[in-house]
């Protein structure tokens, strides 16, 4: 069974800076990690791939340092990493990301199972999976919290809903983005750090990927940041003086006044 799984390198830290010219996060200097929810979606694939035999090809679009996380998804039971990085890439949003993905795992060829986390930390928007999937013309699942079975080329498994979980059967090859609750993601072994230190993680561009660079990158995003800014937060206290009734009816002349009450 050929597993590809789609990571992403988000900030490790929650003091982002935003560059006021270009309305994007300021990564120089920041500490990058793997998305959290991507790990589960790795720890999946790897057990999957103990199961069913296979292989796991990790996956991520970015720029040249992204090859760290790569290597260290590899020492977590990754047989395979590409890394999608070309400066046309630059600027893209969740639907030239998708494009990309779906690009790379076209030229994978043979891949029976698509796999994401639920949604990135920076971005937050869940919007990949499923973009990928009507990309590739594959049927999708989200919010995936446990695989029932794997058989005669259909997966059933079972999905977050508000209401509890439903189960869903469908066809393979396929994509699904998984929720945290599906497993706990291993420490890496060893023999994984050994094997990541040497592994050959090849670097895919636009022109190896033959995509039409008008729909990739910040040409091909279909949205555009006009504005970001951090929310100004005013704090004022006032301390009521005088006798405790006196106290009580200023308070409420006040909640009265601000039409609190």
Not at 50 to 62: D, L, P, S, Y
Not at 74 to 89: C, N, P, Q, T, V
Not at 215 to 228: F, N, Q
Request: glycine share 10%; charged share 25%.
């Amino acid at each position: 069974m050929n597993i590809a799984i789609c990571l992403k390198q988000v900030p490790g830290t929650t003091a982002v800076k935003i560059d006021p010219q270009t309305n994007t996060l300021v990564r120089q200097g920041i500490e990058s990690v793997m998305n959290p929810f991507d790990a589960y979606a790795l720890e999946e694939g790897v057990r999957l791939r103990e199961k069913q035999g296979g292989r796991v090809t990790a996956i991520t679009m970015g720029p040249p340092q992204a090859e760290a996380m790569l290597r260290q998804a590899i020492s977590l039971g990754a047989d395979d990493a590409i890394l999608l990085s070309d400066r046309a890439f630059a600027g893209a949003d969740t639907l030239a990301t998708a494009y990309t993905l779906a690009a790379a795992i076209r030229k994978l060829g043979q891949c029976d199972l698509v796999i994401c986390g639920r949604q990135t930390i920076d971005g937050d928007t869940g919007q990949v999976g499923p973009e990928m999937a009507e990309m590739l013309d594959l049927p999708f699942v989200s919010y995936v919290s446990r695989i029932e079975e794997i058989a005669g080329g259909h997966m059933r498994a079972q999905r977050m809903i508000e209401e509890g979980h439903e189960s869903v059967e469908m066809p393979l090859p396929a994509v699904i983005t998984v929720t945290k609750e599906i497993n706990t993601p291993r420490l890496p072994s060893l023999r994984g750090i050994a094997r990541s230190k040497s592994a050959q993680v090849p670097v895919w561009t636009a022109q190896e990927l033959g995509v039409d660079t008008g729909k990739v990158g910040l040409a091909g995003s279909a949205t555009r940041v006009v504005k970001i800014f951090f929310p100004q937060r005013e704090r004022k206290g006032e301390v009521l003086q005088g006798e405790a009734e006196a106290q009580v009816e200023c308070l409420l002349g006040k909640l009265k006044s601000g039409g609190l009450i």
